[in-house]
């Protein structure tokens, strides 16, 4: 059973949409640096070709970006719903949150919720709405599973 730190959903990273942007961005300004010295030099054909090579690039990195936005947003959207969660099971159980780890990066019904201080273990139930929750104390009887801890303890 995998576990993630409340340390982990918080400084959960999403480097390659940061490594996407960037590259985007330095294609754009060699781009508009070749398209200066084309058009300085307008019988030289090999700033043509580098221009449209970047500019080539650069719309098929639009692209990808573009088609990974929305399951970005989503998955930051997740990760600040289950931070809002956690943060509320510390405040009613006088914890810090830095002590609790779930079982799941998306907030959810059955969601298990383990404060590695106290080695308890708590289940969140949504109302039907989804508009709030319960936590339940419970004991879990751990055979022959091995418990993973993502982020640290």
Same mark, same amino acid.
């Given at each position: 059973?995998?576990?993630?730190?409340?340390?982990? !959903? @918080?400084?959960?990273?999403?480097? %390659? *949409?940061?490594?996407?942007?960037?590259? /985007?961005?330095?294609? $754009?300004? +060699?781009?508009?640096?070749?398209? !200066? @010295?084309?058009?300085?030099?307008? %019988? *030289?054909?090999?700033?043509?070709?580098? /221009?449209?090579?970047? $500019?080539? +690039?650069?719309?098929?990195?639009?692209?990808?970006?573009?088609?990974?936005?929305? *399951?970005?947003?989503?998955?930051?959207?997740?990760?600040?719903?289950?931070?809002?969660?956690?943060?509320?099971?510390?405040?009613?159980?006088?914890?810090?949150?830095?002590?609790?780890?779930?079982?799941?990066?998306?907030?959810?019904?059955?969601?298990?919720?383990?404060?590695?201080?106290?080695?308890?273990?708590?289940?969140?139930?949504?109302?039907?709405?989804?508009?709030?929750?319960?936590?339940?104390?419970?004991?879990?009887?751990?055979?022959?599973?091995?418990?993973?801890?993502?982020?640290?303890?």
């Amino acid at each position: 059973m995998t576990f993630y730190t409340y340390t982990y !959903l @918080k400084n959960q990273n999403f480097t %390659t *949409s940061y490594i996407r942007l960037a590259t /985007l961005t330095l294609l $754009l300004i +060699a781009a508009a640096v070749v398209f !200066l @010295k084309y058009f300085r030099d307008r %019988t *030289s054909v090999k700033y043509r070709d580098l /221009l449209v090579i970047f $500019l080539t +690039a650069s719309l098929l990195l639009i692209s990808f970006q573009f088609q990974n936005f929305s *399951s970005l947003q989503s998955s930051q959207h997740n990760s600040s719903n289950v931070l809002g969660i956690l943060n509320r099971i510390a405040k009613q159980n006088h914890v810090s949150p830095q002590y609790l780890q779930t079982n799941t990066t998306t907030a959810s019904d059955q969601m298990l919720v383990r404060d590695s201080r106290h080695h308890q273990y708590y289940r969140v139930l949504y109302n039907d709405d989804q508009s709030g929750f319960m936590t339940e104390k419970i004991n879990v009887q751990f055979t022959k599973t091995k418990l993973k801890v993502v982020g640290g303890y």
